[in-house]
């Protein structure tokens, strides 16, 4: 069954979903480095975002939401490094709600932002993932991204685990 969603640039009108789609997997508490309580940002912050965000050719950052009945279930997002040194690397984040997941989104929504980063000034595709995360790392790996490195121990769980954290990256074909 093909899901039925659409992909598109994030817009000023995506902020609320935007931030409720973040604030549910923050809540996961399985996925991302913050923890509730530490993830907090403001409707005006997020329509900034989204404005740099507007995927324009020869730009460095993309942010594409996937819609269901007009409301956002996913996201992907490109930053790039804040030096001249480092520019040309974009960071990948990619968040699907949970209700969506297993049903195609974060791929479409990867190979939407591969798409744009060839038209982008971006060169390098990196991102950091909690070895653990055996989905998100299936995906990344089917799309040619390949580890650069283990940070052991990166994160201190309240249970008072630690978990591993991968580094992973593609070129962009050009
Ligand atoms: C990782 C994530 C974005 C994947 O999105 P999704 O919409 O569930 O993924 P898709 O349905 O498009 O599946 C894409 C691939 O992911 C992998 N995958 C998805 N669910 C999986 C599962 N339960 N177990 C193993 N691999 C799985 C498969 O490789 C799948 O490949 P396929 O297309 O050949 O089936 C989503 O699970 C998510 O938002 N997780 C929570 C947030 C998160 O971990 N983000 C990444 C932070 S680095």
Redesign the pocket.
Known sequence: MVADFTLAPAVSSDAAGLISLRAG?VA?G???VAEPGEFVVSIEAMIVRIRAGDAAPGSSRCLFVARARHQVI?VVEVQPGAFRRNRHVGHV??????D??????????MERMIEWAGTSAVRKLA????AH????I??Y??LGFVEEGRRVGEYAFPDGSVRDDLLMARAVGR
């Open positions: 997997v996961e399985e996925f991302l996913g984040e990619v968040l699907v709600r949970r969506w997941r297993g049903r195609g989104v974060g791929r479409a929504l991102l950091a993932v909690y995360n055996l989905p998100a299936a995906l790996r089917s």
